[in-house]
């Protein structure tokens, strides 16, 4: 099966979610040609950030560059991440297409976005293209929170085939290796906390919890350029280093304010690492028994109480992780997906 899989971006570009999901989206077919803005683009066109449109643009580039390439490769199957197949759904293409939703821009606007100046474009104007998206295509969400999202906000009815987790690459490390290895000098605990230093990941809470817990060491993960204080700092570390962060901690601190998924949770727990996490992306519908603790709210009291217990009583998640979100179960679905599609050559 030939594939084309459209995406804004690649890893190498971007190493975000969408991105690593595209990585490991690459091994469910053997044919597989990514289609991103920079391998479209000749770097000429109007910027279009200002009215909150340069996405879409990116988006129609990518679908005219498919459309150049379709006439040539004949190809068996669309795959879009979010809105970067809008415009295919403005014009007719014969070949099944799939649109993969990582998330909504309404649920993102609404749950985080309120009261800054992104607010009005992110869910009047981004939401129409993310809408748009959905035209002749198969509609896949990457969780339960999304699907249900889709369909109180556009009436769009959704699959959802949840990610995966490389479970050989992902996996505990003995911690004092893990901490040698980072340059960890640590006998008591360490919480992790791994994303960008801003407000919708959460990093005011742990700036807040580490004041008021300084006899845990708490060291940050992220790609933000922030000076730590009383926390450790390591920036711009490579995804196939993480099992070492993962295993030199004794939980991971994951307050964010708006999550699809949330592959740091995934990632950790397959390192069976328990996880303090506010109830958003997977963990609105995972029981917390068996991950660590979910918080309803972004109390940092709450997470004080929560860190205490898990502290006290460690969970083993790794298992939830293997039965639920291995990456065969991953590459097994969107295979199943692709031939049906493929046998029905058409959009749902």
Same mark, same amino acid.
């Given at each position: 099966?030939? @594939? ?8 190498? #570009? ?10 490991? &989206? ?6 597989v ?6 391998? %479209? ?6 910027? =279009? ?30 795959i ?39 607010? =009005?474009? %992110?869910?009047? *104007?981004?939401? *129409? ?7 002749g295509?198969?509609?896949?969400? *990457? ?12 009436r769009?009815?959704?699959? @959802? ?24 000098? #640590? ?5 992790? !906390? ?23 060491r !708490? ?22 280093m ?7 901690a004794?939980?991971?601190? !994951? ?17 069976? &690492?328990? @996880? ?5 992306? @997977?963990?609105?519908? =995972? ?17 004080? #109480? ?34 049906a ?8």
């Amino acid at each position: 099966m030939k @594939v084309a899989l459209l995406s804004m971006y690649s890893f190498d #570009e971007v190493r975000g979610g969408t991105e690593l999901f595209t990585e490991h &989206l690459r091994k469910a077919f053997r044919d597989v040609h990514v289609i991103t803005y920079s391998s %479209s683009s000749n770097g000429k066109g109007v910027d =279009l950030t200002r009215l909150n449109l340069e996405e879409a643009r990116k988006g129609a580039a990518i679908c005219r560059h498919f459309r150049r390439l379709h006439r040539q490769n004949d190809y068996d199957l669309v795959i879009a991440n979010s809105t970067a197949g809008w415009y295919l759904g403005m014009s007719r293409v014969d070949v099944p297409m799939m649109n993969v939703y990582h998330f909504t821009m309404r649920g993102l606007a609404d749950q985080v976005l309120k009261g800054t100046p992104g607010y =009005l474009p %992110s869910k009047y *104007v981004s939401s *129409v293209f993310e809408k748009l998206a959905s035209v002749g295509k198969s509609s896949v969400a *990457v969780s339960a929170k999304v699907s249900r999202e889709l369909w109180s906000m556009y009436r769009i009815r959704s699959r @959802v085939i949840e990610h995966g987790v490389d479970m050989e690459t992902f996996r505990p490390i003995p911690r004092d290796e893990a901490r040698e290895s980072i340059g960890l000098d #640590e006998d008591g605990p360490v919480g992790l !906390f791994v994303g960008r230093a801003d407000a919708t990941k959460g990093f005011d809470i742990l700036q807040e919890v580490a004041r008021r817990r300084p006899g845990i060491r !708490f060291l940050c993960v992220t790609p933000s350029g922030v000076e730590g204080g009383d926390i450790v700092v390591h920036r711009n570390v490579p995804n196939e280093m993480m099992p070492l962060y993962y295993s030199s901690a004794d939980f991971l601190l !994951f307050p964010s304010r708006y999550e699809s998924v949330g592959y740091v949770g995934l990632e950790a727990m397959a390192c069976d &690492l328990p @996880v303090v996490a506010s109830r958003t992306g @997977v963990f609105e519908d =995972l029981g917390e028994e068996s991950v660590g603790r979910i918080v309803p709210s972004w109390d940092p009291t709450e997470y004080l #109480e929560a860190i205490d217990h898990v502290l006290c009583h460690t969970p083993h998640p790794r298992k939830v992780v293997e039965e639920r979100f291995s990456m065969e179960r991953f590459l097994a679905d969107y295979q199943a997906a692709a031939r049906a599609m493929a046998k029905g050559r058409g959009g749902g």
